[in-house]
């Protein structure tokens, strides 16, 4: 199963709002109830930031959100601040197999 | 609270073998999912697998079925993946992520283990 498609940078300046777009089949995203975003930063673990769709884990900022259409899941972040600077994937699952994006590298201006 | 701590970074040569870890505590270990996520040197995540440790019930990824064999023990509460023969293109940074607890997998890893890092050399 091919990884979903993401793009590899997305950036913006401090208090801005961003969205990464993650890209998939009927199979998977389609489904957005199986999506899920992860945030990464560099030397540390994934942290789980979105489920089912677009339900903020605990914890979780609400300057995280996430929306779903068709084949497509978006994850916004707003008021940008310079702790979001992170890689970020979105994950689905369809056809008995988990598969994540291709990663995308947020930079804060 | 659910931790998952694995174990520490190995250093190996081509045609070895190897087994890393994942212990699992402040839950009940047999009735947790807990899969496995690949992380190539400057690349994205990639899901091998994952058990269930009650059963040992394991599902692969088709790209890693046959490469790698993911195995539970229950007495210790810990999971492991296990190579018989490493190659460098495994070098990597290994994760254990929790799947939840119940018959069916969640779709979602909540719970991560802090990530071993595996070189193989040539």
């Known amino acids: 199963q091919s990884a979903l498609t993401q793009p590899a940078s997305v950036s913006g300046a401090p208090g801005q709002s961003i969205t990464i777009s993650c890209t998939g089949t009927s199979s998977d995203v389609g489904n957005y109830k199986v999506v899920s975003w992860y945030q990464q930063h560099p030397g540390e673990a994934p942290k789980l930031v979105i489920f089912g769709g677009s339900k903020r884990h605990s914890g979780v900022s609400n300057r995280f959100s996430a929306s779903n259409s068709d084949n497509t899941s978006s994850l916004t972040i707003s008021g940008l601040q310079a702790e979001d600077e992170a890689d970020y994937y979105c994950?689905?699952?369809?056809?008995?197999?988990?598969?994540f994006g291709s990663g995308t590298k947020v930079t804060v201006l | 609270e659910v931790q998952l701590v694995q174990s520490g970074a190995e250093v190996k040569k081509t045609g070895e073998s190897l087994k890393i870890s994942c212990k699992g505590s402040g839950y009940e270990f047999t009735s947790f999912w807990i899969g496995w996520v690949r992380q190539l040197p400057g690349k994205g995540l990639e899901w091998m697998g994952i058990i269930f440790p009650a059963d040992s019930e394991t599902r692969y990824s088709p790209s890693f079925q046959g490469q790698v064999t993911i195995s539970a023990d229950k007495s210790n509460n810990t999971a492991y993946i296990h190579w018989n023969s490493l190659k460098p293109s495994d070098t990597g940074i290994y994760f254990c992520?929790?799947?939840?607890?119940?018959?069916?997998?969640?779709?979602?890893?909540?719970?991560w283990g802090q990530g071993t890092l595996v070189t193989v050399s040539t």
């Open positions: 992520a929790g799947g939840g607890f119940g018959a069916e997998p969640r779709y979602y890893f909540d719970y």
């Open positions: 994950c689905s699952f369809g056809k008995g197999s988990y598969v």
